[in-house]
């Protein structure tokens, strides 16, 4: 055969290939605000393949039904894949799926071919494998922790580490794997990177939901044989105004009835402020490293801190709290600066397969500025570790209470996600907590506390 014939064959040969292994995963039966797939705008009735990439911005939603009638939801900030959806009716030992949350909060109710075949289903994180008992459960996760919830069923969660690997299907099981169930409510499994044994969390304040709530019109978990109890996004007896009709993946989906669209607006909207009451004290920031890694201690002990402050937001190791009083009111104009006073930092030398070390940094040379006539902040910083030095930068919004939300890093090098809140308290203060990448190997996770100039 002529090597341009046989370069031909062997190039179409690999595209059919490629196109069957492509299958159709699933239809998106409901989108809301920024969302997408692939490279493309999700929309309602769009075919969702194996392998695409998944995204939603800050206000946006995704309800995707699986072609045996299971569903896949991703909340806002969101990053996740179908990566397999191979459904074999006559042989269900032959069924293969797998699940991939990158970054955000998504929930996963098993199919009928997922409860089948149970042995061969896998919901990996960046650093847990989950497998299921026939589930209903929602996931939370950024590079350095996962935390999961169960609505019902069960979950088996292990951290990667010897034979658990991601490149792995079905359930990872053995000595250092743990089981959930939802009739441990309100109870949480959480990994962190590098500890393989998953932790049991009591106490419903780091849920998924809590991270990022639900919509009204979510389909509600059914009743739990188990605990007796309904559930939906792990909060027990929530009412339901509105469930989407969840039609068949084979059928033309018709258009759900939902509240009108929500504005999209990049920080989240709050309640309007109250007039300021002079008798109550201003609003204190809250912050510091909660998670112990090996001998870094936590300095932070976030359930007695949660007993007296709200939390706003964890990143990895770190968690930003703010106590009762006056919030800050956002003004219509204006700019203020902050000069940096306090920091932690850590940075980690990711090796692959739960292979981690860890390592103390400082962070100098900072500088925030917000820009309230914009609602937009931006901020930037060093941060040194034995003699190599990193620069990093941010950008965000600014919400009408002072909450700061970071433009997202995707993975770049030198460029921050950011959590944030400002603060009338010591006559103006600002405190966020972050994570960046350094390198291939190496990224940085911590806080900062800064004072008005």
């Known amino acids: 055969m002529p090597r341009y014939l046989l370069a031909t064959t062997l190039f179409a040969g690999a595209c059919i290939v490629q196109a069957a292994q492509a299958a159709d995963a699933g239809r998106i039966i409901f989108v809301a605000g920024k969302a997408s797939v692939g490279d493309q705008p999700a929309v309602e009735g769009g075919s969702v393949r194996e392998g695409e990439l998944l995204s939603t911005g800050s206000d946006g939603y995704i309800y995707v039904k699986t072609v045996d009638n299971g569903l896949f939801i991703l909340r806002p900030a969101t990053r996740a894949r179908i990566t397999a959806y191979h459904v074999d009716t006559a042989n ?16 996963s ?14 919901f990996n994180t960046p650093v847990a494998a989950i497998g299921v008992r026939g589930t209903d459960f929602t996931v939370f996760t950024d590079d350095h922790t996962s935390r999961v919830a169960v609505l019902t069923g069960g979950v088996v969660v292990s951290g990667f580490a010897g034979a ?23 109870q949480l499994l959480q990994v962190t990177r590098g500890q393989v044994a998953p932790q049991l969390l009591s106490g419903s304040a780091l849920s998924p939901d809590l991270v990022s709530p639900p919509r009204t019109d979510e389909p509600v978990a059914k009743t739990d044989a188990t605990s007796g109890v309904t559930t939906n996004g792990g909060t027990p007896n929530l009412e339901v105004k509105k469930v989407v009709a969840l039609t068949a993946v084979n059928e033309q989906p018709k258009p759900p009835v939902l509240p009108a669209p929500e504005t999209p607006v990049p920080p989240p909207a709050v309640d309007p402020v109250p007039p300021p009451d002079p008798s109550r004290p201003e609003s204190r920031i809250v912050w510091g490293r909660w998670v112990q890694f090996d001998a870094y201690y936590a300095k932070l002990n976030l359930p007695t801190e949660m007993q007296n402050a709200e939390l706003l937001a964890t990143n990895g190791d770190y968690a930003l709290l703010r106590t009762p009083g006056r919030q800050f009111v956002t003004p ?14 850590v940075i980690y030398t990711d090796y692959g397969y739960g292979s981690r070390t860890i390592a103390p940094a400082t962070v100098s040379n900072g500088s925030l500025n917000v820009d309230f006539g914009s609602r937009t902040f931006a901020t930037n910083f060093t941060v040194l570790s034995k003699d190599e030095s990193f620069p990093f930068q941010a950008t965000g919004a600014v919400g009408s209470d002072g909450r700061l939300f970071g433009d997202e890093a995707k993975g770049r090098p030198g460029y921050l996600n950011v959590q944030g809140l400002l603060s009338n308290d010591k006559g103006g203060s600002a405190a966020y907590i972050f994570d960046g990448r350094i390198d291939a190997l190496r990224t940085v996770n911590g806080a900062t506390y800064w004072m008005r100039r």
């Open 92 to 107: 269900p030992a032959n069924t293969r799926v797998k699940f991939e949350l990158l970054s955000g909060v998504a929930r």
């Open 109 to 122: 109710k098993s199919g009928e071919a997922v409860k089948q075949a149970r042995q061969n289903f896998r």
């Open 164 to 186: 658990c690997r991601p490149e792995g299907g079905g359930p990872c099981e053995g000595t250092m794997s743990r089981e959930l169930s939802a009739a441990q409510r309100g």
């Open 332 to 345: 219509n104009n204006g700019s203020m600066g902050f000069a940096l006073r306090d920091s932690d930092a």
